[in-house]
């Protein structure tokens, strides 16, 4: 059963870009000074934009709640839209978003991919989506994904991979699917039933048996050896690893700019795919810029993005690119 909690948004950013446009990218910092974000977003070479992604800063039973996701769609951009509209919804209503958050987070993405198949009735029948978020609550940090858009932190110097990318020739994703009667074939990767590339998604009715959106959730303790974290699509891993997108980001005290440093790397670096980058900084005893600074009470979207979103609220972004 889910609950509607009383919330009050105090940031809230999401995409509105076509590839036709110039890439986005924005931040904020959060009303207690505890941590900083900053995303940067661009179809990349691409001619259709199927990444969304989510920064939210809410308060819930008086605490702050940051809301950090990335979602990457394939089959269309449909489900990822939808994922990115209503995951976090979902999460924040549910009745033990506090007291069991990561029974919520798993409840959260399980009921967004069954509404998510209700409602698509027989139109985009293979839209899916990846998930990376990120949630923050206190001093607890849950990080939940499916799917291969993968999170990053920084602790005490250190690059670590926070998320799994679920890959269908991974053995034990792959007796997964093959338990439940499904099969695993090369072409041109590994693919599930020969067509998807990842081994878990929203959406995928025609595969939904096989290709389940069950998150795998970690989670960290903020404390002053958590520096920062990094949510991106696989335009950014596929030619980025994880110790070089740390090692950019450390140096750039501004999350916006972080995140716009990474975007423009894998573009240069010829990455075939969307780019999408979300970086979460955290200041406990880290020194912050007077850049991040000047971004409390209100989030920093550049100018193209915020006319966007004064004229068009509807975050609709169409495309159709495979996985």
Known sequence: MYLQVPQTSVLSSSNQV????????????????KFSYGYASSPGKRSSMEDFYETRIDGVNGETVGLF??????????????????????????????????SAIADAYSRTDSEFLKSDHSQNRDAGST??????????????????????ICRGGEAIAVSRDHKPDQSDERQRI????????????WRVGGVLAVSRAFGDKLLKQYV???????EEKVDSSLEFLILASDGLWDVVSNEEAVAMVKPIQDS????????????????ADNITCVVVRFMGNHSHSQGDSSKRNGDSSNRSLENHQQSNPSNHVSGNQPQ
């Open 69 to 102: 996701g990335v979602f990457d769609g394939h089959g269309g951009a449909r489900a990822a839209e939808y994922v990115k509209q209503h995951l976090f919804s979902n999460l924040i209503k549910h009745p033990k978003f506090i007291s069991d958050t990561k």
């Open 212 to 218: 389940v959106a069950d998150p795998e959730i970690q």
């Open 18 to 33: 076509h590839a036709e446009e110039q890439p986005v990218s924005g931040g904020g910092l959060s009303e207690n000074g």
């Open 256 to 271: 916006e700019e972080a995140a716009k440093r990474l975007m423009q790397e894998a573009y240069q670096r010829g990455s």
């Open 131 to 152: 998930a990376s978020t990120a949630i923050l609550v206190g001093d607890r940090l849950l990080v939940a994904n499916v799917g291969d858009s993968r999170a990053v």
């Open 178 to 189: 093959e338990d439940a009667g499904g099969f695993v074939m090369w072409a041109g990767t």
